[in-house]
Nanobody
Framework: QVQLVESGGGLVQPGGSLRLSCAAS????????MGWYRQAPGKQRELVAN???????NYADSVKGRLTISRDGAKNTVYLQMNSLKPEDTAVYYC??????????WGQGTQVTVSS
């Protein structure tokens, strides 16, 4: 059983930074593939980055070099450090957990707005 709670979203100017956090309840965090997705108005939800229990990472091409995903097994938390933010990054960001048993589990989302 897993519940995901995101935090850290907000309003920033272009070029600014934010760090999103996703806290996972339960005792199986270290067996989950964790990810961040985002959805802008009128667009499909898209993968931003994910990270396996072993630390293997995938990024969307649009965020490489600017966004960094990481996980802390001791805290059951996954992070998304976002630097050099652009207006195109504006979206609701969702935390995701995957396992064979659970399938996909989603957080409620946190709004990120990049605007001057």
């Amino acid at each position: 059983q897993v519940q995901l709670v995101e935090s850290g979203g907000g309003l920033v100017q272009p070029g600014g930074s934010l760090r999103l956090s996703c806290a996972a309840s339960g005792s199986i965090f270290n067996m989950l593939r964790m990810g961040w997705y985002r959805q802008a108005p009128g667009k499909q939800r898209e993968l931003v980055a994910n990270i396996t229990p072993g630390g293997s990472i995938n990024y969307a091409d649009s965020v490489k070099g600017r966004l960094t995903i990481s996980r802390d097994g001791a805290k059951n938390t996954v992070y998304l450090q976002m630097n050099s933010l652009k207006p195109e990054d504006t979206a609701v960001y969702y935390c995701n957990a995957q396992s064979v048993v659970l399938g996909n589990v989603w957080g409620q989302g946190t709004q990120v707005t990049v605007s001057s």
